[in-house]
């Protein structure tokens, strides 16, 4: 089974781990996330951030820089709410190498810690007949506009893009779950649809009705 979504929101977004790369996508099945896709807010000029300076080689940067952050972050399906978690951190963003080795380091503590410390602040929608579960992942704190049990139409706003849980820098992880329950579920095949992608290394964009988009290419919403 497939489970073919909206894009979760507006303007260009960079697609990382994608499963058409590789499956597991993110390199683990651990906490439903064999088919999860990451998508990174970018500019126009395919940009994740418009600053760059001695943070960008040497340390950690404030998420409030990047594209993503604060962005809106819509329900890709209808729905019921059953899952929401708010109030952890967003933390300082890394673009560094130095400042990734330490992070990195961290990432089996954090895993450790729960599913909280990994998936950050979140979002779960139940899809109709409840045999599927989509998650938006790392939202920003205190942006959460839905609770649990709410009814959510397609495109409704639920939260905006942070960097909170396992994140280096702001951005929405997706993925399809058989459930609600992180430390149980398996990764359900995803797909989008009515968007469209610039390829990776090719200038003119390709309107798609449905499909997966490539690693590195740019979406956003045909509407």
């Not at 499963?19 to 807010?41: K, M, N, Q, T, W």
């Not at 938006?136 to 960097?163: I, T």
Request: aromatic share 6%; charged share 25%; glycine share 10%.
């Amino acid at each position: 089974m497939t489970v073919t979504l909206a894009l979760p929101f507006r303007g260009r977004w960079l697609v990382q781990n994608s499963p058409a790369r590789r499956v597991p996508s993110h390199g683990v099945d651990v906490l439903g996330e064999r088919y999860a896709i990451d998508f990174v807010g970018v500019d126009r000029r395919g940009r994740t951030s418009a600053v760059r300076d001695w943070r960008t080689v040497l340390a950690a940067e404030p998420p409030e820089r990047f594209v993503a952050f604060g962005r809106p972050i819509l329900a890709p399906a209808d729905g019921v709410v059953v899952q929401v978690h708010d109030g952890e951190e967003d933390h300082a963003a890394r673009r560094s190498q130095l400042a990734l080795v330490p992070y990195a380091l961290g990432a089996a503590a954090r895993l450790r810690e729960g599913v909280h410390a990994v998936a950050g602040n979140h979002v779960t929608i139940a899809l109709p007949g409840a045999r599927a579960f989509v998650s938006l992942v790392h939202l920003r704190r205190g942006s959460l506009r839905v609770r649990e049990g709410d009814p959510v139409s397609v495109g409704q706003p639920l939260a905006e893009c942070g960097n909170s849980g396992n994140s280096t820098q702001p951005h929405v992880h997706v993925q399809v779950t058989d459930s609600a329950d992180f430390s149980l579920a398996r990764g359900v095949p995803v797909a989008f649809r009515d968007f469209r992608e610039w390829p990776r290394g090719r200038g003119e964009p390709v309107d798609r009705v449905t499909g997966l988009p490539d690693e590195r290419s740019v979406v956003g919403p045909l509407a």
